[in-house]
């Protein structure tokens, strides 16, 4: 972010309605989840509990934006909806998963501040919360209480500049805004194993699953940059849509944040359930 775009940004944002309600500042965490089967929505307890809890260790955003893996598209578009529709971007699940809506307000005051410092081949649009969002959201703040919206990812971008629009972004954590990538540290679901052989874990994922958590923990983001030269990146990530989310939020990372690994576990032999809280 050059030094125009950030002051203009903060003259932006300091007249934005959100945030002159209140002058007091608050420096947001921001968070990596690795959001998995839709399936976590009614089972896997222990990761439920873990997302609940973490969100005791921080004050009540005044808006949460998401980086899902699920809106992968050809421009960095930006939903701008005042009233979302709860995404079911997935099939062949139990009818309880479509019974759940999750639909907060969104934020287009917000969104339109975002897409003003983004500036290239950013687009406002009208959209729901897909289940990258929403599945974890769901878990985190069930009242629905929050502003919240999406920024998609364009896939014709480079992981540097993935990168460089996290940084971009990281201003917003200074306004109580939490950002959020939801993603997979591996995800290859042709490689996915079910009982009973779902308890034996492949090697390439837990090698993966080390090198991006020891990427964050020293913060040599330059590895997560150049992921693609891992030995393992190819089999952990046949499509990247939910690794690149990791990338926006290695660069909302400040020299001063603390590095947090709030959920570790591995799911149907291969697929990581890692969790990070930056800040």
Known sequence: ????????????????????????????????????????????????????????????????????????????????????????????????????????????????????????????????LDHGAWSVLYHMYPNQDIPTFQIAIDKNLSYKEYFNIGKQLSILREQGVLIIGSGGATHNLREVKYPPYNKQYDKWAIEFDKFVANSFTNKSFDNLIDAKNHKYFKISHPFDDHFIPLLYTAGLVSKDDKIEHFYESMALGNLSMRCIKVG
Request: aromatic share 12%.
């Open 1 to 128: 972010m050059t030094r125009k775009q950030f002051i203009k940004l903060c003259a932006l944002l300091s007249v934005s309605p959100l945030f002159s309600q209140n002058k007091e500042r608050y420096k947001m965490p921001a968070l990596f989840v690795s959001h998995g089967s839709p399936m976590n929505l009614i089972q896997g307890h222990m990761y439920a509990h873990a997302l609940k809890k973490i969100t005791q260790t921080y004050k009540k955003p005044k808006a949460i934006l998401v980086i899902s893996a699920h809106w992968y598209d050809e421009s960095t578009f930006i939903s701008a909806s005042q009233t979302q529709n709860t995404i079911y971007d997935f099939y062949g699940f139990p009818q309880e998963l479509y019974d759940i809506k999750y639909e907060p307000k969104g934020s287009p005051k917000l969104a339109q501040e975002v897409e003003d410092i983004l500036k290239d081949e950013t687009f406002l649009v009208n959209r729901g």
